[in-house]
T-cell receptor, first 116, second 112 residues
Framework: GAVVSQHPSRVICKSGTSVKIECRSLDFQATTMFWYRQFPKQSLMLMATSNEGSKATYEQGVEKDKFLINHASLTLSTLTVTSAHPEDSSFYIC????????????FGEGSRLTVL | GEDVEQSLFLSVREGDSSVINCTYTDSSSTYLYWYKQEPGAGLQLLTYIFSNMDMKQDQRLTVLLNKKDKHLSLRIADTQTGDSAIYFCAESMMDSSYKLIFGSGTRLLVRP
């Protein structure tokens, strides 16, 4: 199946710094990518929908200025957590679709962010 | 609004069948999915079913969909210890560009 890769898989940063997480579709063009956040022992919460070449669509309650999403090419979307705080510590997962076939989404391996 | 619910925990003995249940509220769902998540990892798509189907079988996995009751189930035959993980059901709507709404996840524990 198609492969979606996230980097870094783990990152630790100090409060106040910004962290960028990359999501790449390795063998298909992803017109749409999605960013999820997963709290411990909880489900995935959709944060935003990222469309190539346009602004991301954020879900209600997600701060646009806090979580900057860029989808500059058909194979790359980035999530930047700005001025990170300990409460931003979480597992962030991206997914991508090629918008064809049976509507299948392909998920990245996830990135665990720990803010000290 | 959309809502997907699952029971939180299921424990079975190795070799038995596991049945994980899910209910959803949005009748416009077009696809329903089952994902598996192992500790500290991303999600692995196990199987999916289109909303006009009522059953799909894929090796040890059987998905049953009761659209009238908005009930989805995943049956794992001959459950193995490697099946221990969290299982998420999710629904998507075509008019939402494949945006998925996830259930809370069911933790499956397989006892030797």
């Amino acid at each position: 199946g198609a492969v979606v890769s996230q980097h870094p898989s783990r990152v630790i940063c100090k409060s106040g710094t910004s962290v960028k997480i990359e999501c790449r579709s390795l063998d298909f063009q992803a017109t749409t990518m999605f960013w999820y956040r997963q709290f411990p022992k909880q489900s995935l919460m959709l944060m935003a929908t990222s469309n190539e070449g346009s602004k991301a669509t954020y879900e209600q309650g997600v701060e646009k200025d806090k979580f900057l999403i860029n989808h500059a090419s058909l194979t790359l979307s980035t999530l930047t957590v700005t001025s990170a705080h300990p409460e931003d510590s979480s597992f962030y997962i991206c997914s991508a679709t090629d918008s064809g076939g049976a509507g299948e989404l392909f998920f990245g391996e996830g990135s665990r962010l720990t803010v000290l | 609004g959309e809502d997907v619910e699952q029971s939180l925990f299921l424990s079975v003995r190795e070799g038995d069948s596991s049945v994980i249940n899910c209910t959803y509220t949005d009748s416009s769902s077009t696809y329903l999915y089952w994902y598996k998540q192992e500790p500290g990892a991303g999600l692995q798509l196990l199987t999916y079913i289109f909303s006009n189907m009522d059953m799909k079988q894929d090796q040890r996995l059987t998905v049953l969909l009761n659209k009238k009751d908005k009930h989805l189930s995943l049956r794992i035959a001959d459950t193995q210890t490697g099946d221990s993980a969290i299982y998420f059901c999710a629904e998507s709507m075509m008019d939402s560009s494949y945006k998925l709404i996830f259930g809370s996840g069911t933790r499956l524990l397989v006892r030797p």
